[in-house]
């Protein structure tokens, strides 16, 4: 089913998108002018988009989602219990009632402690389908029908909030390889705050990042773009630049994410688009769009691992796939029961220049994990 | 038919032509012979430290580019605008003496290691463990000449072995020995100082000259920054570099080298100051593009430039100022706002037409070390062209001096030019001032890291100004300013003749200077023949004593 029209047609009317953003970035900054037309951007950060404040009181007022192991030991309440299931199934993930492993098969029990989901009214994120539902968040700006129900699912447990496990592991490959280096470039660009008709490509690069003493990536590097192993990323949006934001329509696309260690996860995402403010030297927003819920559980549980899931992480599978399926809001099936949930990447850029490289060599080679070379090949 | 008027027309004019033409070469050939006749000034021998590069080259030289070597050398002060200068007037301190000894074991650990010392070692010892000094003597006399740049004296290679000898006792080991000697040869004066030699002139009884060894070092030091290599010691022990054609041979083969770069990079490094990059930094959070290795490539981008321009094109050095041919790296692209293939390195680059870019004045390297770290400065940029490349030292600032006009918060200046005027109303500082700032402010389209603006702070940039009566109204003609000002060549000549005699030039050398400039011009300002010019002239080897000194005392070093 091809959807994008469909939900980019549902979308606000630009001159809501004006006001809204207007409110949202306030004054223009200094944008740096496109180079022949065309603005490059290489990531710099990338977490789900996570609104939390300090004690996370207000968003999680019953307080944070319960562990696998309190699941644990709220399932198996005496010492002894637990020693049995322990020596009999080695490990405590593996509670189901023939010893199945709850993150892989999060049908077989009922977690004891339900999900503790999101209960606040703010979030961060896009209106996806242009409503103003009773289930949306409104953004700390005060923008309405924010849809990020992956937010209430996992924004009260700790390893997925800011600063936690997977923002850490994400932070890290992030910089680290040029694996999750995604790369956008913003075409046809006649002015800078707002152009209509703009094309936006996305791509992996390949290149090394330079990363300055204050923690920051170096603006106005260039990267060349993965042919060789980043075909699967690449996607072509339209778009268009309202007061210096970037509004894309929506596509499905396929979001070069990799876990700890370098673990493969390619995120696939319906009708997602981009919503990012151009900044001076850089851009700053969100990606938007449905994860399949199935999908979205097979990345973080299969790729990951049980242990890295309950030890590391430490949520509990049963609760939180029932609670994806519950808040499920978007591709109903046929029996009218939602199949994917809304969610965002909060994400942060610098300009960057995509080097659309003719060389054949450039295409084939392998990529270049840092900047350093010989410097002088005459000496 | 042509007119018999008409073909003498013709005739008269290619008569007056030729006429001309022999006027013209036969003037420069008496220039060329006549002025080479006259007396020149002749300094004294000179000590001068090597320098790291010289240091670096050398162990390349001998051992390959797998060495490591230390980077960076205590600092030297500057002398008439020459680190090179301040290396032939320096004293040598025991703390310096114990890390030139540190330098030298590393470099002596790594060629004797097991992995590489069999290919420096011209035999193998009778054991490793058993002191093998024949073998020993082999490896100290074929080093040492090249160390230092000379055959080593009987009496110098038995103390070497003698010394190999104890250590390989006392260390049990052959190999350690030797490191022990290499070491302390890589720290022994001989080395890490490149002195002249002289001996009694056989054709001008009552005179002295470089003996041919020290000819040859100061030689290769000033076409290659690097020592002689075993062709030219071989000239050296012929006798060669005595006579003219033995002269002109082995200059003729190091100009043709690709060694020549290594003197170019070498002698630009120096008189532009590139040794303040080391501590250049600029404010991230104003700058965020100029992050780590922009500096470090800065200079390679500069140094690259000159030598492809100088050397692979042989061009004219005055174009360098005005030519938009450069070259590129990522963290570079980064500053001039350009895509560059980020697989390769330091690819040849042209500036567009538009771009405000053109020449050496207009390189990041040069306009962001003449800056602050957070902002550009007319009046630094300004300084810096005058010395470094007029030779026209510019006085410090007065003690006094009152910034607070300047710096006012309050003052409603968007622009540099704007701060400047109301700075120099005062007359103490307006002297000065006027010195530097009219050519700092034609590079006002620079930030303080060298990116291009057409406004500061809101405010259209004036980058007009002029430069010793030469009005110009933005980088590109200031460029053009100074390739056209007398200053720029005469500043070369100047600097690159001390460079090569290794002392400052004086009052008496003016002769030999007006010499080489007009040598220069003839070869149409190619800076390699202005090289072979000067190591041809009869002044680049001139040497006198001191009345008081002793010729024994100083010949005696052989």
């Known amino acids: ?379 | 038919m042509p007119s018999s008027k008409g073909k003498s027309g013709i005739s008269g004019k290619l008569t007056a032509i030729a006429v001309v033409v022999a006027a013209v070469v036969a003037g420069a050939v008496s220039l060329f012979y006549l002025d080479r006749e006259a007396p020149v000034h002749a300094g004294p021998p000179t000590v001068k430290l090597i320098s790291q590069p010289q240091y670096a080259n050398t162990i390349v030289a001998l051992f390959g580019e797998d060495i490591e070597v230390p980077r960076q050398f205590p600092p030297i002060n500057r002398t008439e605008g020459l680190l090179s200068l301040g290396n032939a007037n320096t004293a040598i301190t025991p703390v310096l003496v114990e890390r030139f000894y540190r330098y030298g074991q590393s470099v002596a650990n790594q060629v004797l290691a097991p992995a590489r010392r069999d290919y420096f070692m011209p035999c193998v010892p009778a054991d490793g463990v058993v002191v093998d000094a024949v073998c020993a003597k082999a490896f100290i006399s074929s080093i040492g000449r090249h160390l230092y740049r000379r055959p080593l004296t009987e009496a110098e290679v038995t103390a070497y072995v003698a010394a190999a000898d104890q250590a390989a006792k006392n260390l049990e080991n052959f190999y350690e020995g030797l490191s022990y000697v290499l070491a302390a040869m890589l720290a022994a004066p001989e080395f890490v100082f490149i002195w002249d030699s002289v001996e009694a002139d056989p054709e001008k009884p009552g005179e002295y000259r470089l003996d041919a060894y020290s000819k040859a070092s100061r030689l290769s030091f000033f076409l290659w920054n690097s020592p002689p290599d075993e062709l030219l010691l071989q000239a050296a022990e012929r006798g060669d570099l005595h006579t003219s054609e033995g002269l002109n041979e082995s200059v003729e083969r190091m100009l043709g080298s690709p060694k020549i770069d290594l003197s170019i990079r070498g002698f630009f490094a120096d008189m532009l100051h590139f040794d303040e990059f080391e501590n250049l930094a600029k404010d991230m959070v104003i700058y965020p593009s100029y992050g780590p290795g922009v500096s470090r490539d800065a200079a390679e981008q500069m140094l690259q430039m000159i030598t492809s321009h100088l050397v692979d094109r042989r061009a004219d050095y005055r174009e360098l100022f005005t030519t938009r041919m450069t070259y590129m790296s990522n963290a570079l692209a980064a500053i001039y706002r350009i895509p560059i293939n980020p697989s390769r390195e330091f690819v040849p680059y042209e500036f567009a037409e538009d771009s405000g870019r053109t020449g050496l004045l207009t390189q990041v390297g040069f306009l962001s070390m003449h800056s602050h770290p957070g902002r550009s400065s007319p009046t630094i940029r300004g300084e810096g062209v005058r010395e470094t490349l007029l030779c026209q030292p510019v006085p410090l600032p007065p003690p006094n001096v009152d910034f607070s006009n300047f710096e006012d918060p309050a003052g409603d200046f968007k622009t540099a030019r704007q701060r400047l005027v109301r700075h120099s109303s005062d007359p103490a500082c307006a002297n000065c001032h006027m010195i530097t700032d009219p050519i700092g402010l034609g590079l006002e389209n620079f930030d303080g890291a060298g990116q291009f603006r057409l406004t500061e702070n809101g405010a259209v940039i004036d980058a007009s100004g002029e430069l010793d009566g030469i009005a110009f109204s933005d980088p590109a003609s200031l460029g053009e300013a100074m390739r056209d000002n007398p200053a720029t060549t005469a500043c070369l000549v100047e600097r690159l003749f001390a460079y090569g005699i290794n002392r400052p030039t004086e009052i008496e050398d003016t002769v030999v200077i007006e010499r080489l400039e007009k040598q220069f011009s003839y070869a149409g300002y190619r800076v390699p023949d202005l090289m072979k010019t000067i190591v041809l002239d009869k002044a680049f080897f001139a040497v006198s004593l001191e009345a008081e000194t002793a010729p024994d005392e100083v010949a005696s070093v052989h």
């Open chain 1, 1 to 379: 089913m091809n959807t994008c029209p469909r939900v980019f047609r549902k979308g606000p009317p630009v001159l809501v998108l004006l006001a809204a953003q207007s409110l949202s970035f306030g004054a223009w900054a200094d944008i740096a002018e496109p180079v022949e037309g065309r603005i490059g951007l290489v990531l710099g950060y990338l977490n789900h988009a996570i609104y939390q404040t300090e004690d996370g009181k207000e968003e999680c007022p019953d307080g944070f989602h319960f562990t696998q192991n309190d699941n644990f030991e709220a399932q198996f309440p005496t010492e002894a219990e637990r020693e049995s299931v322990l020596r009999k199934y080695v490990y405590y993930t593996n509670r189901g009632p023939n010893g199945e492993n709850v993150f892989f098969h999060p049908t077989v029990i009922e977690d004891p402690l339900p999900l503790r989901d999101v209960k606040g009214a703010i979030g961060l994120g896009i209106n996806l389908d242009g409503r103003v539902d009773d289930n949306d968040f409104s953004s700390p700006d005060g923008e309405n029908g924010i849809d990020n129900e992956l937010y209430r699912v996992i924004g009260c447990i700790p390893g997925w909030r800011n600063g936690g496990t997977i923002d850490g592991s994400f932070r890290t490959e992030v910089r680290a390889s040029h694996k999750m280096r995604m790369l956008i470039e913003i075409s046809d660009v006649d002015d800078v705050h707002n152009d209509l008709d703009v094309t936006v490509m996305m791509y992996r690069a390949l290149d090394g990042i330079e990363v300055g003493p204050d923690n920051n990536l170096i603006p106005f590097r260039s990267q060349r773009i993965d042919y060789r192993e980043g075909q699967r990323y690449i996607h072509k949006m339209r778009g268009k630049l309202v007061d210096g934001t970037l509004y894309t329509e929506p596509v499905d696309i396929t979001v070069p994410v990799y876990g700890p260690f370098n673990i493969l996860q390619d995120f696939s995402m319906r009708d997602a688009r981009f919503q990012l403010k151009l900044t001076g030297d850089g851009a700053e927003g969100y990606l938007g769009g449905y994860y399949d819920v199935e999908r979205w559980w097979l990345n973080f549980t299969k790729i990951w691992g049980a242990h890295f899931n309950a030890d590391v992480t430490g949520w509990s599978g049963p609760a939180t796939y029932s609670g994806l399926k519950r808040f499920a809001d978007e591709y109903p099936d046929e029996n009218g029961v939602n199949t994917a949930i809304s969610g965002a990447y909060r994400l942060e850029f610098v300009r960057s220049f995509v080097v659309h490289s003719e060389d054949e060599s450039d295409r084939t080679k392998p990529a270049l994990m840092t900047d350093r070379g010989a410097r002088n090949a005459k000496q």
